[in-house]
């Protein structure tokens, strides 16, 4: 069976500190595994991709993820928060370019 | 860019009325999907189209219809609103690419 779990629902930080936003798969074939941003009010951005390339995925505004199949986590960080980085975010597993799994969310707050 | 449009970004319905919802792609895309997004829930899979005229029923189809007449169009239908289907909806598309790509969302309130 496929399943996503995001382990945090609500993350706060600073502004200029770290993120870290876990996120936990299940997948009995080789998975695609994405991070999308939703801004208030706004449809889903893609953030980053890993399709069995790079473990290590870089993706926009300072974004990254690495995909550890051991643990299969596909955990999401950035070094410096920024105040427009505030928003929910999301963990999605997919295969065949169809099906996606989409995890509960994670709400991003940053303080300045 | 690839660009998903929504017919609507906020819609009020009444309990019994029938409510077209649509989406627009313009990136030749064969796949495309209607999910709803609730607090908590993430967004569960309502119906997807990978084809004219060709649909699959996804994970919450009950209660929904959809229409694929043309390529870059996908609707979706509530034959008869009813309170428990307010929530965003998120068109998305694909065409063959793993990502998917998303619309505004339209959020419906049925009272």
């Known amino acids: 069976a496929q399943s996503v779990t995001q382990l945090d629902s609500h993350v706060s930080v600073s502004e200029g500190t770290p993120v870290l936003l876990r996120c936990n798969y299940s997948?009995?074939?080789?998975?695609?595994l994405f991070w999308y941003v939703q801004h208030p009010n706004k449809g889903l951005q893609l953030l980053l991709k890993?399709?069995?390339?790079?473990?290590l995925v870089k993706g926009i505004n300072g974004f990254e993820a690495e995909f550890k199949k051991s643990e299969t986590s596909f955990h999401l960080t950035k070094p410096s928060a920024h105040m427009s980085d505030a928003a929910e975010y999301f963990c999605?597993?997919?295969?065949?370019?169809?099906?996606?799994?989409f995890g509960a969310g994670t709400r991003l707050a940053v303080h300045p | 860019d690839v660009k998903v449009t929504q017919s609507s970004r906020y819609l009020v319905k009444r309990t019994g009325e029938k409510v077209f919802l649509e989406c627009v792609q313009d990136?030749?895309?064969?796949?495309m999907f209607w999910y709803r997004q609730d607090p908590g829930l993430g967004l569960r899979l309502i119906y997807f189209?990978?084809?004219?005229?060709?649909?699959e029923k996804g994970d919450i189809p009950e209660g929904y219809s959809v229409s694929r007449e043309k390529k870059e169009r996908f609707s979706l239908i509530l034959e008869s609103a009813s309170t428990n289907q307010t929530s965003m909806y998120l068109c998305?598309?694909?065409?063959?690419?793993?990502?998917?790509?998303f619309g505004p969302g339209t959020r419906l309130t049925v009272t």
């Open positions: 890993y399709t069995s390339a790079a473990t």
């Open positions: 998305a598309s694909t065409g063959g690419e793993h990502e998917q790509y």
């Open positions: 997948s009995s074939y080789s998975p695609s």
């Open positions: 990136m030749d895309h064969e796949n």
């Open positions: 189209s990978y084809d004219v005229k060709m649909k």
């Open positions: 999605v597993v997919g295969w065949g370019g169809i099906w996606m799994i």
